[in-house]
């Protein structure tokens, strides 16, 4: 069973440029969440995305997008970054609703805003 | 809205021995899940272990073990045993609702040592 991939690993750009990264989801997972986690500090929700549609945003704005593709994986863009867009990006897949409600988290991008 | 809350930054333990990390949350639910995640130094974000709040029943995952007080509020971790392994960020979140957003604690570093 392949687990939650995350892609790149790394990623350095400048102010006011965009930025897409890509998430696919554990076998089987048919729900993705987004998070953010700053520097030293705890997760914080983006977006959720259920069955291609967005299922719940958090407080973040509208230059923050994503994207749920028919095999269930995910893509989050960003336009014109900002120097605190730079932090940790985690994808979280969750199985079909009605099984255990836990998120299985990939190994995140990091992204650093210069 | 809900938060989490914990409240030690930064902990130390000698291996073999146990530790508590503490967690409190506010929210005006009934029914909701309280997990503990740890994420090591390669960062990624592993389930330590789980609650429902509606199970009076304290959760026990081999080492790990929860104090799940629901009219306190509070939610703490217990690690017996610790093993250098353990070294890691350990963050307390919430989830109100099955496949909704894990809302994260600032998270504990803790550090085993030999």
């Known amino acids: 069973e392949t687990g939650v991939t995350q892609s790149p690993t790394h990623l350095i750009k400048t102010r006011g440029q965009q930025v897409t990264l890509r998430c696919s989801s554990q076998?089987?997972?048919?729900?993705v969440s987004w998070y953010q986690q700053a520097l030293g500090q705890g997760p914080q929700f983006i977006f959720q995305?259920?069955?291609?549609?967005?299922?719940g945003r958090g407080n973040f704005p509208p230059r923050f997008s994503g994207l749920q593709f028919p095999n269930y994986s995910s893509e989050l863009n960003v336009n014109a970054l900002e120097l605190d867009d730079s932090a940790l990006y985690l994808c979280?897949?969750?199985?079909?609703?009605?099984?255990?409600?836990?998120?299985?988290f990939g190994p995140g991008t990091r992204l650093t805003v210069l | 809205a809900q938060t989490v809350t914990q409240s030690q930054p930064e902990m130390s333990v000698q291996e073999a021995e146990t530790v508590t990390l503490s967690c409190t949350y506010d929210?005006?639910?009934?029914?909701?899940?309280l997990f503990w995640y740890k994420q090591p130094p390669s960062r990624q974000m592993i389930l330590v272990i789980r609650?429902?709040?509606?199970?009076?029943q304290n959760a026990t995952e081999n080492r790990f073990s929860v104090n799940f007080q629901k009219a306190a509020k509070s939610f703490s971790l217990k690690i017996s045993d610790s093993q250098l392994g353990d070294t890691a960020m350990y963050f307390c979140a919430f989830l109100y609702n099955q496949g909704g957003k894990l809302i994260f604690g600032q998270g504990t570093e803790l550090s085993v040592k030999p």
């Open positions: 929210t005006s639910e009934n029914n909701y899940y």
């Open positions: 979280a897949s969750s199985p079909p609703r009605g099984a255990i409600d836990e998120q299985f």
């Open positions: 076998s089987g997972h048919n729900t």
């Open positions: 609650q429902e709040a509606y199970k009076q």
């Open positions: 995305y259920y069955r291609e549609e967005e299922n």
